[in-house]
């Protein structure tokens, strides 16, 4: 059997045989005038197993598309598994990545002709943007490989990659009939239909405009209403204690006024300094506020016992500004959680410095304190390692190159030369640039190198990396990181379709990496914000090491008391264990790293004085929604990252022109993520993947782990952002944004009507709705100009509406957004006024609109 790199380079010299010479020229001549025209057929027709499609071929050049001579390489983010024609092959190259190529019954397609060539594939595709751009011809002759990149499949359009997946994705065909955007059928039923404006104006119906001048984001644990106001103006001046410069400092940049350590006691004072926080008749010592207005004395007290709490009563003092008037409160704050947390997939589709630097003042803004950066995946490495120049050379760019010796295989659709998604790395400048700006606003940045699954681009860049020493002749140099036993013939897939993603953890050259790249960001972090946390993923290892002979002799032949390959995951775990501890950090994990076969691995066997786990994967029929639990009750620390509530890559609502993945939950809006109950879990149990409903009984029947014994290894919440389908810095806000609101709110304030377990205390949906009627109009009057002002590109919802007795109604999610409305097909739109709610017929559209951004529109028949 040969080895997947060994198989890249034979694919790689076959294509450089004569046969396979064609001419530059026509190659481009046809990839500018192939038209391709992707459509999604049935998802329906095998209970979720696979789904047909079709793609046709219209030849628009001038040229013949030969007998022979080319390739069409694309992604595609589920296995094919046949396809209707004789006249071409599809094989599976790696990941998402596969080939069509001509057999001899292939038919030259002359200019005009069209071919369709229909497929069956596994699983489903239910929406536009789970189809990947960039689809490439390629050629070889013996000289060099020539690509051209279908333009017609392009997502680039005046250089510019379009936030919604209907404008980006113009190849794909619509999604208009329940067989295309259903994915079960038979036995099974799914119970999503795209929303109608009617039904989004049914979901909106509790929503209504309230006063929400002097309240905070997120939720203060105490707030005092008082009588009067304040004006700012530049008589004002920040005066701060000893040890609060910076926070007064960005506090008066803020305002547009001085800062200074001592003022006149007749001067309007804004006063930052220590002081003690007491809540409930206890104090608090960690990020916690009170802030004081006093029209009376004409005075702003801002006391914290530490500098991270005067910079959010500094952030709270901002909200409650009108113009220059300030309302008299007394808030006096301090976070539920220590951990506050958004993950970041950079690796996927990479997330530039300034993109990063401007999401850390929105996380400061909404008091989050923790950036998980995940730096290297299959699909790229993002971060320089000095030692090893390779992972940034070759691991953090895609391109054309079968042998994977100069980059990694374009997948996600990054075509033959790649992207600016797909290509990019932080140098370690880059790198410490967001080191020092977390480290102002209390955010710590908490890097992440997956391992031993999801190394795909690390395996292919140290693969690269030996044999330029073995080229050199320098045998010991080149396997000084080698991760690849070139012996094993273990067969696997993992759930992204990769057979070689997974760092062999028997030699003791992986190990020699991982202590190279920890110690290369400890030393990045020096002196900025030391290193206390090294992420190492751990999820989804997909069945390695079985045939290796690596493994095998050390399986023969150890005293770590690894008998099968079993047991080599727990043994890699408490590698890295020691390793991490040696640079005195410590470690995290998603949840399944940390167990293998739902057992969880002993923590008196890992060295670091913290562990703590990612509690991700909460599927509630599958019945592993107990994970959470049981890793706290084993002595982990537990971060809830829950995929149900709070992964933003999901849509936002179930309509096949929403971005994003829905493996977990079919859609996912700010309104659900604003109701995550953290203190009872099974009490967020709402809907099975298909829509039917599920109950909290229902999951605590299936779970193993019932209750939570340690509420104190209980650490905080993260939402995650992965960025398969993300490409552009405003689709990755427009997915973030405003959910991530919801997130924080819940992460930062206990509200009353959550429910609790250790209470007994059961859900209030009535209290829960006055809130979320709150917080969305915070959102729609202060929040979302905000955004608009600094260029962050949230997401505008789709409006709802009806007609009755020929009355326009129409509202949104967030009360004050405004809507428009058109009754010439879009030809022309105005703002619609429900105080004066216009005469209409059908039919008429519908959008939000802010600034020169619109929403998707709907359209009331």
């Given at each position: 059997?040969?080895?997947?790199?060994?198989?890249?380079?034979?694919?790689?010299?076959?294509?450089?045989?004569?046969?396979?010479a064609?001419?530059?020229?026509?190659?481009?001549?046809?990839?500018?005038?192939?038209?391709?025209?992707?459509?999604?057929?049935?998802?329906?027709?095998?209970?979720?197993?696979?789904?047909?499609?079709?793609?046709?071929?219209?030849?628009?050049?001038?040229?013949?598309?030969?007998?022979?001579?080319?390739?069409?390489?694309?992604?595609?983010?589920?296995?094919?598994?046949?396809?209707?024609?004789?006249?071409?092959?599809?094989?599976h190259?790696?990941?998402?990545?596969?080939?069509?190529?001509?057999?001899?019954?292939?038919?030259?397609?002359?200019?005009?002709?069209?071919?369709?060539?229909?497929?069956n594939?596994?699983?489903?595709?239910?929406?536009?943007?789970?189809?990947?751009?960039?689809?490439?011809?390629?050629?070889?002759?013996?000289?060099?490989?020539?690509?051209?990149?279908?333009?017609?499949?392009?997502?680039?359009?005046?250089?510019?990659?379009?936030?919604?997946?209907?404008?980006?994705?113009?190849?794909?065909?619509?999604?208009?009939?329940?067989?295309?955007?259903?994915?079960?059928?038979?036995?099974?039923?799914?119970?999503?239909?795209?929303?109608?404006?009617?039904?989004?104006?049914?979901?909106?119906?509790?929503?209504?405009?309230?006063?929400?001048?002097?309240?905070v984001?997120?939720?203060?644990?105490?707030r005092?209403?008082?009588?009067?106001?304040?004006?700012?103006?530049?008589?004002?001046?920040?005066?701060y204690?000893?040890?609060?410069?910076?926070?007064?400092?960005?506090?008066?940049?803020?305002?547009?006024?001085?800062?200074t350590?001592?003022?006149?006691?007749?001067?309007?004072?804004?006063h930052?300094?220590?002081?003690?926080?007491?809540?409930?008749?206890?104090?608090?010592?960690?990020?916690?506020?009170?802030?004081?207005?006093?029209?009376?004395?004409?005075?702003?007290?801002?006391?914290?016992?530490?500098?991270?709490?005067?910079?959010y009563?500094?952030?709270?003092?901002?909200?409650?500004?009108?113009?220059?008037?300030?309302?008299?409160?007394?808030?006096?704050?301090?976070?539920?959680?220590?951990?506050?947390?958004?993950?970041?997939?950079?690796?996927?589709?990479?997330?530039?410095?300034?993109a990063?630097?401007?999401?850390?003042?929105?996380?400061?803004?909404?008091?989050?304190?923790?950036?998980?950066?995940?730096?290297?995946?299959?699909e790229?490495?993002?971060?320089?390692?000095?030692?090893?120049?390779?992972?940034?050379?070759?691991?953090?760019?895609?391109?054309?190159?079968?042998?994977?010796?100069?980059?990694?295989?374009?997948?996600?659709?990054?075509?033959?030369?790649?992207?600016?998604a797909?290509?990019?790395?932080?140098?370690?400048e880059?790198?410490?640039?967001?080191?020092?700006?977390?480290?102002?606003?209390?955010?710590?940045?908490?890097?992440?190198?997956?391992?031993?699954?999801?190394?795909?681009?690390?395996?292919?860049?140290?693969?690269?990396?030996?044999?330029?020493?073995?080229?050199?002749?320098?045998?010991?140099?080149?396997?000084?990181?080698?991760?690849?036993?070139?012996?094993?013939?273990?067969?696997?897939?993992?759930?992204?379709?990769?057979?070689?993603?997974?760092?062999?953890?028997?030699?003791?050259?992986?190990?020699?990496?991982?202590?190279?790249?920890?110690a290369?960001?400890?030393?990045?972090?020096?002196?900025?914000?030391?290193?206390?946390?090294?992420?190492?993923?751990?999820?989804?290892i997909?069945?390695?090491?079985?045939?290796?002979p690596?493994?095998?002799?050390?399986?023969?032949?150890?005293?770590?008391?690894?008998?099968?390959?079993?047991?080599?995951?727990?043994?890699?775990?408490?590698?890295?264990?020691?390793?991490?501890?040696?640079?005195?950090?410590?470690?995290?994990?998603?949840?399944?790293?940390?167990?293998?076969?739902?057992?969880?691995?002993?923590?008196?066997?890992?060295?670091?004085?913290?562990?703590?786990?990612?509690?991700?994967?909460?599927?509630?029929?599958?019945?592993?929604?107990?994970?959470?639990?049981?890793?706290?009750?084993?002595?982990?620390?537990?971060?809830?990252?829950?995929?149900?509530?709070?992964?933003?890559?999901?849509?936002?609502?179930?309509?096949?022109?929403?971005?994003?993945?829905?493996?977990?939950?079919?859609?996912?809006?700010?309104?659900?993520?604003?109701?995550?109950?953290?203190?009872?879990?099974?009490?967020?149990?709402?809907?099975?993947?298909?829509?039917?409903?599920?109950?909290?009984?229902?999951?605590?029947?299936?779970?193993?782990?019932?209750?939570?014994?340690?509420?104190?290894?209980?650490?905080?919440?993260?939402?995650?952002?992965?960025?398969?389908?993300?490409?552009?810095?405003?689709?990755?806000?427009?997915?973030?944004?405003?959910?991530?609101?919801?997130?924080?709110?819940?992460?930062?304030?206990?509200?009353?009507w959550?429910?609790?377990?250790?209470?007994?205390?059961?859900?209030?949906?009535?209290?829960?709705?006055?809130d979320?009627?709150?917080?969305?109009?915070?959102?729609?009057?202060?929040?979302?100009?905000?955004?608009?002002?600094?260029?962050?590109?949230?997401?505008?919802?789709?409006?709802?509406?009806?007609?009755?007795?020929?009355?326009?109604?129409?509202?949104?999610?967030?009360?004050?957004?405004t809507?428009?409305?058109?009754?010439?097909?879009?030809?022309?739109?105005?703002?619609?006024?429900?105080?004066?709610?216009?005469?209409?017929?059908?039919?008429?559209?519908?959008?939000?609109?802010?600034?020169?951004?619109?929403?998707?529109?709907?359209?009331?028949?």
């Open positions: 059997m040969l080895k997947p790199t060994a198989l890249g380079l034979l694919i790689g010299a076959s294509l450089s045989s004569t046969a396979w064609m001419p530059a020229s026509q190659l481009d001549a046809l990839g500018n005038g192939l038209d391709v025209q992707y459509q999604v057929i049935d998802n329906t027709q095998d209970d979720w197993r696979s789904f047909t499609g079709n793609v046709a071929f219209t030849n628009q050049s001038t040229q013949t598309l030969p007998k022979t001579g080319w390739a069409i390489y694309f992604s595609h983010i589920r296995m094919i598994k046949s396809i209707d024609t004789d006249q071409l092959k599809v094989s190259v790696n990941g998402d990545l596969f080939k069509l190529e001509p057999t001899d019954s292939f038919v030259p397609l002359a200019p005009g002709d069209q071919l369709v060539v229909g497929f594939a596994s699983d489903w595709q239910v929406a536009k943007s789970d189809i990947m751009p960039n689809w490439y011809l390629a050629s070889d002759d013996e000289a060099d490989t020539h690509t051209a990149l279908i333009t017609s499949t392009s997502n680039h359009k005046n250089g510019q990659v379009p936030t919604k997946p209907d404008d980006e994705l113009t190849f794909v065909g619509d999604f208009d009939a329940p067989a295309q955007w259903k994915r079960y059928g038979g036995a099974l039923t799914d119970h999503y239909d795209p929303f109608t404006a009617e039904q989004r104006y049914v979901r909106n119906a509790d929503l209504s405009l309230v006063d929400t001048q002097g309240h984001l997120p939720t203060p644990a105490s005092i209403e008082k009588n009067g106001h304040i004006t700012l103006d530049s008589e004002w001046t920040v005066v204690d000893n040890g609060y410069q910076a926070q007064a400092q960005w506090l008066a940049d803020q305002l547009g006024i001085s800062a350590d001592w003022a006149p006691t007749n001067q309007k004072v804004i930052v300094g220590w002081g003690k926080v007491t809540l409930n008749g206890s104090d608090q010592w960690h990020e916690a506020y009170r802030l004081d207005v006093q029209p009376e004395q004409q005075r702003i007290d801002i006391d914290a016992p530490d500098q991270a709490g005067a910079l009563a500094a952030q709270s003092l901002l909200q409650l500004k009108t113009g220059d008037t300030l309302k008299a409160v007394t808030l006096t704050d301090a976070p539920r959680f220590a951990y506050r947390g958004l993950s970041v997939d950079a690796a996927r589709n990479f997330r530039s410095k300034e990063i630097l401007k999401l850390l003042d929105q996380m400061a803004a909404l008091k989050l304190n923790k950036l998980h950066l995940r730096l290297s995946d299959d790229a490495w993002r971060i320089e390692i000095p030692a090893l120049p390779e992972l940034a050379d070759v691991g953090s760019k895609r391109c054309h190159d079968l042998s994977e010796t100069r980059c990694v295989l374009p997948f996600l659709g990054a075509g033959p030369d790649g992207t600016e797909s290509n990019g790395y932080y140098t370690t880059d790198y410490q640039a967001i080191l020092r700006k977390a480290e102002a606003l209390n955010i710590t940045v908490i890097p992440e190198v997956d391992m031993p699954g999801h190394a795909h681009a690390a395996i292919k860049a140290m693969e690269a990396r030996y044999h330029k020493y073995m080229a050199q002749g320098d045998e010991a140099k080149a396997k000084e990181y080698l991760l690849t036993d070139f012996e094993d013939d273990t067969q696997y897939l993992s759930v992204q379709m990769f057979t070689d993603n997974a760092i062999n953890v028997c030699m003791e050259s992986s190990y020699r990496f991982v202590d190279t790249v920890v290369a960001l400890v030393d990045a972090h020096r002196d900025i914000q030391p290193l206390d946390t090294f992420h190492f993923g751990g999820d989804e997909a069945g390695a090491w079985k045939e290796s690596v493994c095998q002799a050390f399986i023969a032949d150890n005293d770590a008391g690894v008998n099968s390959v079993d047991d080599l995951s727990q043994y890699f775990v408490e590698r890295i264990s020691h390793i991490t501890q040696r640079h005195q950090l410590d470690l995290g994990g998603w949840e399944d790293g940390l167990m293998h076969n739902n057992k969880v691995y002993p923590r008196a066997q890992l060295a670091n004085e913290h562990v703590y786990g990612n509690a991700w994967q909460n599927i509630w029929e599958w019945g592993v929604a107990d994970r959470a639990y049981n890793l706290a009750n084993n002595g982990y620390g537990v971060i809830y990252n829950q995929a149900t509530h709070l992964y933003f890559d999901h849509p936002y609502e179930p309509d096949p022109s929403e971005r994003g993945y829905y493996w977990a939950p079919r859609f996912t809006d700010t309104r659900k993520t604003f109701s995550f109950m953290p203190d009872d879990l099974y009490a967020n149990a709402d809907a099975k993947r298909n829509g039917a409903s599920i109950t909290k009984q229902e999951v605590l029947d299936a779970a193993t782990v019932k209750t939570l014994t340690r509420p104190d290894n209980v650490l905080g919440l993260q939402a995650s952002i992965w960025s398969e389908t993300i490409r552009s810095d405003g689709q990755f806000e427009s997915m973030t944004f405003p959910r991530l609101f919801a997130m924080a709110e819940r992460a930062w304030h206990r509200a009353e959550e429910a609790s377990t250790q209470t007994g205390q059961e859900a209030d949906q009535t209290k829960r709705n006055i979320y009627n709150l917080f969305a109009n915070q959102l729609a009057n202060y929040w979302f100009p905000q955004l608009e002002q600094q260029g962050v590109g949230f997401r505008l919802p789709v409006p709802g509406g009806v007609i009755e007795s020929g009355i326009l109604k129409a509202n949104s999610p967030f009360p004050g957004l809507i428009e409305y058109s009754t010439d097909n879009g030809a022309s739109w105005q703002i619609y006024d429900a105080a004066n709610a216009p005469h209409v017929t059908a039919p008429v559209q519908l959008r939000t609109i802010s600034g020169e951004r619109v929403s998707r529109v709907s359209k009331i028949q």
